[in-house]
Each structure stands twice: as C-alpha cells, then as structure tokens.
C-alpha cells in the first residue's frame, strides 16, 4: 500500500502575511457566530472589530471602555480553529505594562494577533506599549496601527515618522486605514520593512489592485458588521412595504449548527 503525503502544515498567522501577490484578507467578525460563519468559507484567520463589540453593548468606541468586552469576545473565539486576532484599540491604557498584561491575556484564551491604535496620541508612548507586548509575549503578532489618515489630515512625514518608531520598537505589521491612494499605498510599501495593511474601501482599490501595489494584508474592519445592521434594516422595510426581503437569509438550522460547534469545542476543551 502506498504511503499517503502527510498533509501540509497549515500557515501561521505571520506566514499568511509573507505571500507576495497574495494579501491576507481578513475579515472582522463581532460575535461567535459571525467569527464561525466566516470560517466556515474558508478564511484562515479571523478578527475582531472594536466598533461592533463596543456597540453591541451601547458603550463608544475608541474610548477604552471594552476592555473586559474584548477580553471576553476573545475567550470565546480563541479555541476555535482557526487563527484569532483581536482588535484591543489602543490597549485600554496609556500604560505599557497595562497593555503587555493585556496581551499576555489574549495570548493565554487562544489570540495570535494584536491590533493596536495610536489614536494620534505621542508616538513615543505607542513605541513603548508595542516594545512591551513584544517582550511580554513575543509569538503575538503585533500590528500597529496609526491613524493620521483615519482621523488625521495625512501628513505623510508624520505617517513616516510614526511608522518608523513603531517598526523600531518591534511591530510585526503597520496598519494605515483610511490611506486609499494608489501611489501613496506604493510608497509606504517601499519605506517599510514589515507588512503593511490597509482597509478595504468600497470605493478605494479592488483587492486585485492592492495586492499589485503590494500590500500584504486586507482588512474589512466594522464593514461587515455594518452591513449586516443595515440588511437588516433593509428587511424590515421590504417586510412593512409587503415584499419579500431580498439577499441572503440562513436558515435557523444553519445557525443552529454554527452553536453545535461552538458547544462541541467547549466540550473537547474540558475533556482535554
């Protein structure tokens, strides 16, 4: 009988940013179905967005109030199989150490991925909570997001500088979102030396376009998450306007599954 090839081993989540002309597109789930879904198309990896968990439960976002939230969210989905990374904003702290715990919490439930924000706060005091991370748990992929674009003016000598500082201090990955200008996307991918991530926008580039450009990481953010809101909108007018709601609808058996696994997994989890 012929041996049969072991199967090949499935990527790390670093690895799924070093494919050129491949860009890790990841989309951002709010909850354990979503997360589960989104896996169930095949997606290797998955993430978290700070708008929907912070709406969900009616508190702001951006305004390190959903620690606990998060911390939650990602002890739910950091047993499942697929690879996790969590959106913690800008840690829920000015204070480094404060983050590094953080980290090393996410790390612990299952999370291979941080996304941290500088919120246009000093980027000195952002280097240091990604030094920090690093040293705490070095194996947690750090993306380090800037936002001179997402509520900035894009200054690109101060996007530079920031990237620079993050990079120096031992970011895995920078994340610019809101930068959706072709040669602007090119340049930073030619001064940085770690992946670079955007967001998608429906009205910036396609993903085919953005992997020319040579981005190494899509991500969809609070997009899906609004989207869903608004089908849901759009339902319940087709519903008071006496038409059939249109798009997709999965059945209540479907969605039953996607709890089946969720229990199966706590199951085998306390067995083991």
Known sequence: MTAQPAPAPAPSFAGLHHRPGEPLLLPNAWDHASAAALAARGFPAIATTSLAVAAAVGLPDGAAATREHTVRLALTLGSEPYLLSVDAEDGFSDDPDEVA???????????VGINLEDGLGPADRHAAKIAAVKAAVPGLFVNART???????????????????YQEAGADGVFVPGLTDPERIAALVRHTAVPLNVLYSPTGPALARLADLGVRRVSLGSLLYRRALGAALDALADIAAGRAPAGTTPSYAEVRALERSASASASANSSG
Not at 156 to 162: F, M, N, P
Request: without cysteine; aromatic residues 10%.
């Open 101 to 111: 715990e953080l980290a090393r919490q996410l790390w612990t439930v299952g999370a």
């Open 147 to 165: 936002d001179t674009y997402w509520s900035g003016d894009g200054d690109e000598a101060d996007t530079l500088r920031r990237l620079d500082a």
